[in-house]
């Protein structure tokens, strides 16, 4: 906490223009958390659980389906309780430890793209050599580089904005905390602070981006080598969705975050954070499973064996 720190809460906006619609918002929010942390649960179990989905795409699906479960539920219990309760205040260590864990899940989840996209890249454009270059060893070193360098990274931002002195007002634009709406309500110097945290969030999404744009572009080139056109037009439909929930994943985070002022258009962040929160985690679980064989076997025998066990 920062010298002149006097503030030992926050109060969370919310949604104030549509509050009056509290329990109709709850419902039908609390539907689609429901929804979302059941179809990414089914997901983690299933790749637990079945010997067939044992290969590195469904060890990264896994984990992150995973990293979706904890991500939204960083925030939107939070929104839940406002939205039904009203309760909208939050004390000054748990608004931080919320922001932390929220950016912290949120950029691993994004370098998690990036490394999916390149095992995809190389099972599709290099089939032969697939089982040598993603060997359970690579695959385990990569997740631990994607979490070594987001918490390192995380970390070292989030210290600083705790460092800065908060002096009031206590009222924090959004319905979670995070760290752009934090910086707008310190009484500090913030220019220093706002231009790492640009330059963090730059490094990440567009480090992030560039590698999935390649990888995706090399797997293009591939498919439309394919002999046949059945195969190609399976491949252009797979990968669309795919793209599909990246281009809303990637879009959202880009219009919050890359911007040179964090005090510009913090209104309009929470319909971008709202849709990144719900519907992307939502979506998830549908696209990456949707036409996967694979997956529908493994969640047929698992159906089996639930019944057979009664």
Request: positive net charge; contains cysteine.
């Amino acid at each position: 906490m920062g010298n002149g720190t006097t503030v030992q809460d926050f109060i969370l906006e919310g949604f104030p223009a549509v509050q009056h619609l509290g329990i109709l918002l709850f419902s039908v929010l609390l539907l689609a958390y429901l929804a979302s942390i059941t179809g990414n649960v089914v997901i983690v179990s299933i790749v637990c659980t079945n010997a067939r989905l044992k290969t590195p795409m469904y060890f990264f699906l896994g984990i992150f389906s995973f990293t979706e479960c904890c991500f939204t539920s960083t925030a939107i219990p939070k929104l839940l309780a406002i939205f039904l309760l009203g309760k909208q205040t939050i004390s000054f260590v748990a608004c931080f430890i919320q922001a932390f864990v929220f950016v912290f899940i949120g950029a691993f989840g994004f370098l998690l793209i990036a490394v999916m996209s390149v095992d995809r890249c190389v099972a599709i454009c290099r089939p032969l050599h697939y089982p040598t270059i993603m060997n359970p060893r690579t695959c385990t070193l990569l997740i631990m580089a994607c979490l070594t360098t987001t918490f390192t990274l995380i970390t070292w931002v989030v210290v600083k904005v705790t460092q800065l002195s908060f002096c009031g007002p206590r009222v924090i634009p959004h319905f979670f905390c995070d760290l752009g709406p934090l910086i707008r309500l310190s009484c500090s110097d913030t220019s220093s602070v706002e231009t790492l945290t640009l330059g963090l969030a730059l490094l990440l999404l567009l480090s992030s981006l560039t590698i999935t744009i390649t990888a995706y572009s090399s797997i293009v080139v591939t498919i439309v080598r394919l002999p046949s056109a059945k195969e190609r037009q399976k491949a252009f439909s797979t990968c669309s969705s795919h793209l599909i929930v990246l281009s809303l994943m990637f879009g959202s985070c880009i219009f919050i975050y890359v911007k040179p002022k964090q005090s510009s258009r913090l209104e309009s962040n929470r319909e971008a954070a709202l849709m990144n929160t719900v519907v992307t985690p939502l979506l998830n679980p549908v696209i990456y499973t949707l036409r996967n064989k694979q997956v529908h076997q493994a969640l047929r025998e698992t159906v089996c064996r639930i019944k057979i066990s009664r």
